[in-house]
């Protein structure tokens, strides 16, 4: 995310710390130091953490005894941003396919691995959705302890992999800003792996709800199988022969009503019409019975 103006910025920026604060951002003075408006070492963290995630920079925490407002602090971080445009442009991410479990999405601006998405099509959808969000924490997680994301065991305890309360309170922010929640430290504790962690994103984002009922309704407009038609269809229904000519009857008799007339005469010629599927049995059947 970028802005042109710095106003633009500091306005950003104050809804940011408004969130951090838990205080409306109109209350906040873009004046006032953050130090005396209570922002902590966790608090700084936390705030930094959403700045970074927002404008794309690599800003530290220690930045801010530098610009201890919000009006310089949103200076530096717009011109930041524009050096950081102009150096190169963003590639275009290359996506994978993502295993038919509907639209379940992770987060803003992160796509799953091709090795992640294969494995999610053996998963039930729940399990598939909980997978996919993890593998986004994953690569959160990798950024902010600068290592790469597949050297991060997702069932691993989060102090073995080196997660203090510094950057727990650096990635409890991210997570909340990508996912939409407003969660605290403590969530590190309550779920202490990026497995448990994605799992209760995905059932308190409803994105697990989500990918079930995309399967249910790709399921009920599937069409049901078609019931195989008989090889033989008769054409009429079946009716008693119907009685001899009498003297006074007409030498030549008139086809019944929908049966075709026979072309030759004797019993070679019906069935090569048979055979032919110029007659139905039934058909034939009326003709035998009408010519005694």
Known sequence: ???????????????????????????????QTFQSMGLDSLLVVEFVAVVNTRYGLRVRATDLYDFPTPVSFAREVARAAGSAAA?????????APVAAAGPVPAAAGHEVPAAAAAATARQSPAAAAATRIAEVLREQLAGILC??????NTTAAFNVLGVDSMVGAEFIAVVNRSFGLQERSVLLYEHPNLA?????????TGAAAQAVRAVQVAQDLTP???????ALRPAVAWSAPAPAPTATAPAVMAAAPGVRPLAG????????????????????????????
């Open 147 to 152: 290592c790469d994301p597949w050297d991060i």
């Open 224 to 230: 049901a199988p078609r019931t195989p038609e008989p």
């Open 265 to 292: 005469g004797g019993l070679d010629a019906l069935l090569d019409a048979i055979r032919d599927d110029r007659l139905t049995v039934d058909e034939a059947l009326v003709l035998l019975g009408r010519r005694g």
């Open 87 to 95: 150096v190169s442009a963003p590639a275009p991410a290359v996506t």
């Open 1 to 31: 995310m970028t802005m042109d103006h710095p106003a633009d910025v500091l306005t950003d920026l104050i809804g940011v710390l408004g969130d951090v604060l838990r205080v409306k951002a109109e209350k906040i003075d873009p004046e």
């Open 196 to 204: 448990a962690m994605a799992a209760y994103i995905a059932t308190r």
